[in-house]
């Protein structure tokens, strides 16, 4: 094995992971930006997707595009129903982020009770799973589409926040809410669209990305893991810079992966966090950490 | 040394439980009981080990599943291994864990508040990766070591042993908190900038409690290694951060006291819950947790002051 014959392969995946990572982030980092908390049930809302999408088409028979849109509808449902819930009784940040954790929990055991935790299931995939050569590397199409789809998504999200007068309400509450409150932002609204928007996102990732996988009750993790590492390297808030930093954390987990004959993605990211942390606390996006780094 | 605490009234009735726990296992004599207590003391180590650390400091630490695991895990490797003795299995598990606890907490204490937290809970989440990479690497067997050897023949001496590790444990405890560094974990606690203002170097303090606090509980993961005979990934699940942190909170934060009624109360519930509804338990007792963060914060240890 030499430079060149992993040349092709790393970028490739690099590439097609790194959309993929940025989907999955982009929400986490958004939500943090205009609320300022971090959503410990992003990625159980991801697996909540998956189990929905196993009962309605595989357990009902339902077709496969109602129950994508059930399974949407349901874990925005249960995302708000979990955030706003939390928010009627604390909003203490740690006592609303250990809460958010806990409903994790409860959703991963209550899968594991419902659909069993030993066995994974397999949910149905939009796209086919044949797989197709891109110079000369074997590429899943489902991930291909998965990615062009991302690419998609991204640039909606992008114009959104960028270039509408919404937008600018969202970055203005993101930069400081109390100022946006008194030029007449109702920011309980944006952060209720942004908060939908977000689970949106990340139901659509799960349907892109599961079929690839296995649905299992601890399945929540990997997505966390990567939408926090990216949110961290970004710089927490930062969402315009959750595309490169998806980049960084996707080329360190492909190289890894080729360099190191064992799973050690999430641990690849978990470093990646620390060294950022050390080197740059600000994240490449340059967020204001100094109440947070002592 | 200020050897008051022996005489306080919170010690000497922790003390009283655990006794009353040990008197209890030899007069009703069932072994699922006994096996409850000895549970019950493993995860009361586990909440007092991790509220000594993060109860007084506000530095709240959900990475003692993964120092659980490794102490769990590392008892199964030098048993098979190098074929230690049980008094130098279980230093090593506090060894390694607080080492591990040193090297970890050195980093991540450059963050505070929610982001701290964050950091830790990574921990556990990439524990199972980290073991099965290490492990392979090592060519250990990754689904864990099954066979350790029991603390004793009788569950009930077996119970006795765990209590002594309890009490000295709890002494311990006391005795850092009615001492020097008892002062400035809670100046930490209170008010960190002042601490800082004044010359003192918290980080070193917070980066020898933490290491000390990660240490204990790797002596539990250790223990509940010998008590179920196995030690296996299993530890690493978030299981063990859920019951030791319901304890610790029911118990109230900072109060060692609260968390030995509330330990008992707990798992006994949940090793008996456990044999009529199965898994429905674990979903219990996540939705109990909700409940308690939500509704009573600081705990029953109000109830008792």
């Known amino acids: 094995m030499n430079f060149f014959s992993l040349f092709f392969p790393i970028i490739i995946y690099g590439i097609l992971f790194g959309l993929n990572y940025a989907l999955i982030s982009i929400g986490f980092t958004l939500v943090f930006g205009v609320s300022k908390i971090l959503n410990l049930s992003y990625g159980a809302l991801y697996m909540t997707t998956a189990y929905m999408i196993y009962y309605f088409a595989?357990?009902?028979?339902?077709?496969?595009?109602?129950?994508?849109?059930?399974?949407?509808?349901?874990?925005?449902?249960?995302?708000?129903?979990?955030?706003?819930?939390?928010?009627?009784?604390?909003?203490?940040?740690?006592?609303?982020?250990?809460?958010?954790?806990?409903?994790?929990?409860?959703?991963?055991?209550?899968?594991?009770?419902?659909?069993?935790?030993?066995?994974?299931?397999?949910?149905?995939?939009?796209?086919?799973?044949?797989?197709?050569?891109?110079?000369?590397?074997?590429?899943?199409?489902?991930?291909?589409?998965?990615?062009?789809?991302?690419?998609?998504?991204?640039f909606i999200v992008s114009f959104w926040i960028y270039k509408t007068s919404f937008g600018r309400k969202i970055r203005a509450t993101a930069e400081d809410p109390e100022i946006a409150e008194l030029i007449g932002i109702n920011t309980k609204q944006?952060?209720?669209?942004?908060?939908?928007?977000s689970i949106l996102l990340v139901s659509i990732a799960s349907i892109l990305l599961v079929p690839?996988?296995?649905?299992?009750?601890?399945?929540w993790v990997d997505p966390f893991v990567i939408a926090f590492a990216v949110s961290i390297i970004g710089g927490l808030g930062k969402f315009e810079w959750a595309i490169p930093a998806a980049f960084?954390?996707?080329?360190?987990?492909?190289?890894?992966?080729?360099?190191?004959?064992?799973?050690?993605?999430?641990?690849?990211?978990?470093i990646i966090v620390i060294l950022f942390i050390i080197i740059f606390p600000n994240g490449i996006g340059g967020a204001k950490v100094e109440s947070w780094i002592s | 040394?200020?050897?008051?605490?022996?005489?306080?009234?919170?010690?000497?009735?922790?003390?009283?439980?655990?006794?009353?726990?040990?008197?209890?296992?030899?007069?009703?004599?069932?072994?699922?009981?006994?096996?409850?207590?000895?549970?019950?003391?493993?995860?009361?180590?586990?909440?007092?080990?991790?509220?000594?650390?993060?109860?007084?400091?506000?530095?709240?630490?959900?990475?003692?599943?993964?120092?659980?695991?490794?102490?769990?895990l590392f008892t199964g490797f030098f048993y098979y291994s190098f074929h230690l003795t049980i008094p130098l299995l279980i230093t090593q598990a506090f060894l390694i864990s607080s080492f591990s606890g040193f090297l970890?907490?050195?980093?991540?204490?450059?963050?505070?508040?929610?982001?701290?937290?964050?950091?830790?809970?990574?921990?556990?989440?990439?524990g199972t990766d980290f073991i099965l990479a290490f492990w392979t690497v090592l060519k250990m067997p990754t689904i864990g070591y099954y066979g350790l050897p029991s603390l004793s023949n009788s569950l009930q001496i077996s119970l006795i042993y765990i209590s002594i590790f309890l009490i000295v444990i709890i002494t311990l405890i006391y005795a850092l908190y009615s001492g020097h560094i008892g002062l400035i974990l809670k100046g930490i606690g209170d008010d960190e900038e002042a601490m800082n203002a004044q010359g003192i170097n918290t980080f070193w303090y917070k980066v020898l409690i933490f290491?000390?606090?990660?240490?204990?509980?790797?002596?539990?993961?250790?223990?509940?290694?010998?008590?179920?005979?196995?030690?296996?990934?299993?530890?690493?699940?978030?299981?063990?951060?859920?019951?030791?942190?319901?304890i610790a909170i029911f118990g109230g934060k900072g109060k060692i006291l609260g968390s030995i009624p509330a330990g008992y109360i707990i798992i006994i519930l949940s090793q008996y819950l456990q044999l009529y509804v199965g898994q429905l338990t674990l979903i219990s007792f996540a939705a109990f947790a909700i409940i308690l963060f939500l509704f009573f914060p600081k705990g029953i240890s109000r109830w008792f002051s």
């Open chain 2, 104 to 126: 970890i907490t050195i980093v991540t204490l450059k963050v505070r508040g929610v982001f701290f937290t964050l950091l830790s809970l990574l921990l556990p989440l990439i």
């Open chain 1, 212 to 219: 690839m996988q296995e649905v299992t009750p601890t399945m």
């Open chain 2, 211 to 246: 290491s000390i606090s990660m240490g204990i509980v790797g002596i539990a993961g250790s223990l509940y290694a010998f008590s179920t005979s196995f030690a296996g990934i299993d530890t690493f699940g978030l299981e063990f951060l859920l019951f030791p942190m319901i």
């Open chain 1, 248 to 270: 960084i954390v996707s080329f360190a987990e492909v190289i890894s992966q080729y360099l190191i004959p064992y799973n050690v993605s999430d641990i690849v990211a978990f």
């Open chain 1, 58 to 154: 595989v357990m009902n028979n339902l077709p496969l595009v109602i129950s994508i849109i059930f399974s949407i509808i349901l874990t925005i449902a249960i995302g708000l129903g979990i955030f706003y819930t939390i928010l009627k009784f604390t909003i203490n940040p740690m006592i609303f982020m250990v809460t958010m954790l806990l409903f994790a929990l409860l959703l991963q055991y209550i899968y594991s009770y419902l659909f069993g935790g030993q066995v994974g299931l397999i949910i149905p995939s939009l796209f086919s799973n044949i797989s197709i050569s891109i110079f000369g590397v074997s590429v899943n199409l489902s991930l291909l589409s998965s990615s062009i789809i991302s690419v998609f998504l991204l």
């Open chain 1, 190 to 197: 944006i952060i209720l669209i942004v908060l939908s928007v």
């Open chain 2, 1 to 72: 040394m200020n050897l008051g605490y022996l005489k306080s009234k919170g010690f000497i009735l922790s003390l009283l439980i655990i006794l009353i726990t040990v008197i209890l296992s030899f007069v009703i004599n069932s072994p699922y009981l006994t096996l409850s207590f000895l549970i019950s003391d493993i995860f009361i180590i586990m909440a007092v080990g991790w509220d000594f650390s993060s109860g007084t400091t506000n530095y709240i630490n959900f990475g003692i599943s993964f120092f659980f695991g490794i102490g769990a």
